[in-house]
């Protein structure tokens, strides 16, 4: 949904623009409602103040792209952090598996630097057998390629030239260069290549997700 | 016991936080670092950097214990309450 706010912006124009947003990135509103609505109309507050709908727990430092990273709902900047909470920092976005989010609310506890989270990346409907996509964990490039019913996750930087590796073809366990054809295998991110080989990363397929499995902090 | 609270005018945690100390009779200082300009909001961006790793809010600063976030648990060991 286009992201267009006016001059009496209410917050059942926010959860109408945020929900389907969030609910592609496999999270919704909590189910504390009465919180939900407190934090909306905070942010509200903050969008007549400042322009955006910054989030309202966070402070803006000034710089254009940093701040870009805390307007509501900032999810896809910290999928994997958020991927380990189980929530957004704030609370107002919970892991549509999770039941009861008031347990969420509150404290910001920030998880351990190493922990393996499995964070989706996108629908396996979006991502078609014998294709790959661009998906962003943190601050990692990530290529995720579908051969058949198996999902593979490998950098998306040819170490040739700096290629999108997602913008070239899939062949068998293949992934091609679009550039100069180079091919790395998306099973271990080999290539024919020395000392050219790509890094691989975990990938599932759960409850119609693809599912990236990053060590948190490391992937940044 | 010296108590500062960073917060945000905005944010529902720093409000739950100072109405938690409010009703346990709790006195405190508080910075509300969005309402600050300039080279004054810089410095408290800066200290809340220092204290929390982050940006998150609110912090409270309990003499050398910092807890981040509305955490009743932690402020209720910290204080005492």
Known sequence: MRRVFFEGTTVDDLKAYMGPFAERLGYKFNTEIEFVDEVLESELVVLERDGDVYCPCRVRVGDPKEDLKIVCPCIPFYLDEFAALRKCWCGLFIREDVEDGADLIGVIEQPEPGTQVDVPVCLVEDLQPGTARHVKVGKVDLAVVRVGEEVFALSNVCRHAFA???????????????????RYDVRDGTTDHPNADVRTFPAMIRNGEVLVTVPLGRAR | MKIHLYGLSTCPYCRMTKRYLDDHGITYDMTEVDLLDGDEKQAAIDEVKRLSNGTSFPVLV????????????????????
């Open chain 1, 164 to 182: 999108p590796l997602d913008e070239g073809f899939v062949d068998g366990y293949a992934l091609v260069c679009p550039w100069h054809g180079w």
């Open chain 2, 62 to 81: 309990a003499d050398d214990e910092v807890i981040v976030g509305f955490n009743k648990t932690k402020m209720a060991d910290i204080l005492g309450i």
